[in-house]
């Protein structure tokens, strides 16, 4: 095979639809989502029917990486050199596009040029004249739609004649410049010439470590002639090009307003806005919470219940011994059972998740609150770790890496894990279903309220005593709207639901099965002892005392479950129901009576905060560990973040009590 | 050190060669704040929404942030308007080279302009 062991990269702006099409050409599924770096990290597959890589980077606008997912790309395309670059190039937004298209012409590798959304442009009365921009540019320029799947096969018979090809270097700088850079090249005795050439005169941190005198006079040459530093100069020729060739090559109709401007109108009015984004925010809760909660946890419950009843008593016609249908019906169906039973909330949660997520929205959310987080030391594109940990901690985690500012990056990191995440959900649906009937919607909204202010609060202090500086600059673009393409949506939610499910099978699994033999044995390893004095009861009474401030109640059941969230945090649900099904014996309502029937309001309430501050789950810590690079700091965080937990817990409690009493 | 040297030429002499179409204006006398008028130069924070203005020069002290900002196209000469202004205030979204950037006004107002619309 001749395209055996051949690399290619995807290569272009933010928001440009590089996944979109990686998705298409290796018919793989890679997330995607309509705002600014959603591709965080490279992602490899094979071009659909060929042994050809394809590498699929996050998007950059220029060869100077700007935030450390840049790096990703730049350090990929110099170092790795791979036989072709696929430059996509969003139509709507050209002349911006072509600014990084003119600096990967400068490497040795050949490139061909995706013009993509090539529907929307003629839509927005953009006309580009495509033969002759190849002409201009020497390289192949195919016209395509990612979203609407044209022009895919000319793509992929492009990319097979040009790959590995050499190609010639057009001159686009003035003639003394290019003399200059002809002189520098010289001393180069790397590959990608021209380009590492160009890089030195700019005195780029990265490439230019050392120069010698002949540079050093090319340099003063260069910034005379440019009448500026050669950094600036360059842009200026770059763009000069830029635009000298737009002028041959692309005609601009009618420039209408769009629908996206007329939706701006709404979402982005100066009254409405706020009131739109809080309203929105209470609905995902209020619905997936509160309506679809209490319309679907009964029945799902019902129906566990009922199996677990028959499997039980199918298991003893069969013969099977007393500690076997326990560890079936109270350790597996009992703790799996409990996780599964808010499989429907979640959907709601992660549907309205991928909305925000592919209509544009979630952009605009960054853009209208970065005054407000701006003020506690924030960016406005924090916002969107936090939004994407409200389905999971573990990728808001990893999308703080858009945020080109060291201090704002971990703060975020530190703060994405007190977004209530989905895991959490059950165990806010949980308390809020059973101890506010009539209003767990509301109740499960005020948590996550709760949570934002407590972000703030903890940015604020952050802000003050640990990551002092300046605050950073605000650069993004707003996406046009886009209607989500519903088989996109779908596959997102089936496959994040999946991963519940799946988790729910195995973590889940294991671990019920670890309770349910801890709460079955005692020391002795004797079966059948009360669970007042099996093995798991002494762990948690080990450390009960830490939890009485916020239960009112000495519960060695509720402390070891809020340990377990370390493990998962749904996990906590589900350990409570199995300790609940060994001490009653028969399962049933976790809280009607028995070992958990003290909780009331106020610890119900307090119980919630603890397991929504505490330390995140282990994947979510692994995921901090990975973006802190640093163990000490990673422990600090999760100690930082338990302990504020419980003076939380302790303080939502006492207030809670407080009322209690006195009503 | 590398950074000896750097030429930085000075840009911002050259406002009032008027390239823009400033025609008769209204003077708009209702208005308290102060508003630039065509052919005035400022800094882009001081651009209003409808209002057309021409870069003279990045004068921002952050090396990184200036790359970004050259990298996004705001060189010498391009031309800038205000497109839509975030409900707080900030940042605003700035329409250049037929796309739209959101940027905050304490970067803006390191970049000098001249109103031509």
């Known amino acids: ?663 | 050190m590398n950074n000896q040297g750097r030429h930085r030429g000075n840009q911002s002499g050259n406002c009032g060669n008027q390239s823009g179409n400033c025609g008769n204006q209204s003077r708009n006398c209702g208005n308290k704040r102060k508003m630039l008028l065509c052919g005035e130069c400022g800094n882009l924070s001081e651009l209003r929404k409808g209002q057309s203005a021409r870069v003279l020069a990045l004068r921002n002290e952050n090396e990184a942030l200036r790359r970004r900002l050259l990298d996004m196209g705001i060189t010498n000469g391009v031309e800038i308007s205000i497109k839509k202004i975030a409900p707080l205030g900030d940042p605003i979204d700035i329409k250049l080279r037929d796309y739209e950037l959101c940027i905050r006004k304490s970067d803006m107002k390191n970049i000098d302009i001249e109103v031509i619309k």
């Open chain 1, 1 to 663: 095979m001749i395209y055996e062991k051949k690399k290619i990269a995807l290569v272009g702006n933010q928001n440009s639809g590089k996944t979109t099409l990686f998705n298409l050409l290796t018919g793989m599924n890679q997330k995607i989502g309509n705002w600014p770096g959603v591709t965080i990290e490279r992602k490899s597959g094979k071009l659909k029917g060929t042994d050809i890589e394809i590498v699929d980077l996050p998007g950059i606008y220029s060869l100077s990486p700007y935030s450390s997912e840049e790096d990703v790309s730049r350090k990929f395309v110099l170092d790795e050199k791979p036989e072709l670059i696929v430059n996509i190039i969003d139509a709507t937004s050209i002349e911006r596009s072509l600014y990084l298209t003119t600096q990967l012409l400068e490497l040795d590798v050949n490139v061909v040029i995706a013009l993509n959304m090539a529907d929307i442009m003629e839509k927005k009365g953009v006309i580009i004249d495509i033969e002759k921009l190849s002409e201009k540019l020497g390289v192949n320029v195919v016209k395509i739609s990612a979203l609407k799947k044209d022009g895919i096969e000319n793509l992929i018979e492009s990319i097979k004649q040009n790959i590995g090809k050499s190609r010639e270097k057009h001159n686009i700088f003035d003639e003394d410049i290019e003399q200059q850079i002809q002189n520098v090249e010289k001393l180069v005795k790397i590959s990608n010439k021209r380009f590492v050439a160009i890089k030195m005169l700019e005195r780029d941190k990265e490439i230019a470590k050392s120069l010698s005198e002949p540079v050093f006079d090319a340099i003063a040459a260069v910034e005379i002639y440019f009448n500026t530093d050669a950094e600036e100069g360059f842009a200026n020729g770059r763009y000069a090009y830029i635009e000298k060739l737009k002028k041959q090559t692309v005609k601009i109709v009618a420039m209408k307003q769009t629908v996206t401007d007329k939706l701006d109108k709404i979402f982005l009015n100066k009254w409405a806005a706020l009131p739109i984004f809080a309203g929105i925010m209470f609905l995902i809760y209020y619905l997936s919470v509160g309506v679809v909660g209490s319309l679907t946890v009964d029945g799902v419950g019902e129906l566990i219940d009922m199996f677990s009843e028959w499997f039980g008593a199918t298991l003893g016609v069969w013969g099977a011994s007393e500690w076997a249908v326990s560890l079936v019906v109270d350790g597996i169906v009992g703790g799996v059972g409990a996780v599964l039973g808010f499989v429907p909330q979640l959907i709601i949660l992660f549907l309205f998740l991928a909305l925000l997520e592919t209509t544009g929205y979630m952009s605009r959310i960054a853009f209208l609150l970065d005054r407000i987080f701006k003020k506690f030391g924030l960016s406005g594109k924090s916002l969107i770790p936090f939004i994407v940990g409200s389905g999971c901690s573990v990728p808001g985690i990893m999308a703080s890496r858009t945020i080109e500012n060291q201090s704002e990056r971990q703060m975020t990191v530190v703060l994405t894990p007190f977004v209530p995440c989905g895991a959490k959900l059950p165990i806010i649906a949980l308390f809020a279903g059973y101890f506010f009937p009539a209003t767990s919607g509301l109740v499960s909204a005020s948590i996550y309220f709760f949570a934002i202010a407590i972000i703030l609060l903890v940015a604020i202090l952050l802000k003050k005593f640990i990551f002092k500086g300046e605050s950073a600059s605000f650069i993004s673009e707003l996406p046009d709207y886009k209607i989500p393409s519903p088989r996109y949506v779908f596959r997102d939610v089936a496959e994040k639901t999946g991963a519940f499910i799946a988790k729910a099978g195995t973590i889940i699994l294991f671990c019920s099965v670890v309770i349910w033999a801890l709460g079955s044995f005692d020391w002795s390893f004797e079966y059948g002892v009360p669970i007042e004095q099996s093995m798991l009861a002494s762990i948690g009474n080990a450390f009960a005392w830490l939890f009485y401030p916020m239960l009112g109640e000495w519960s060695w059941g509720a402390t070891v479950s809020a340990i377990q969230g370390l493990v998962a945090k749904e996990q906590v649900v589900s350990s409570m129901e199995v300790i609940a099904g060994l001490s009653e014996g028969a399962g049933g309502d976790i809280f009607a009576e028995g070992i958990f029937s003290f909780f009331t309001g106020a610890s119900a309430y307090a119980f919630m905060v603890f397991n929504l501050f505490s330390a995140p789950c282990f994947a979510a810590i692994g995921a901090m560990k990975r973006e802190f690079g640093s163990t000490k700091k990673t422990l600090l965080t999760v100690g930082f973040q338990t302990g504020l937990a419980f003076i939380l817990a302790y303080i939502v409690f006492g207030i809670g009590h407080l009322f209690e009493v006195i009503l």
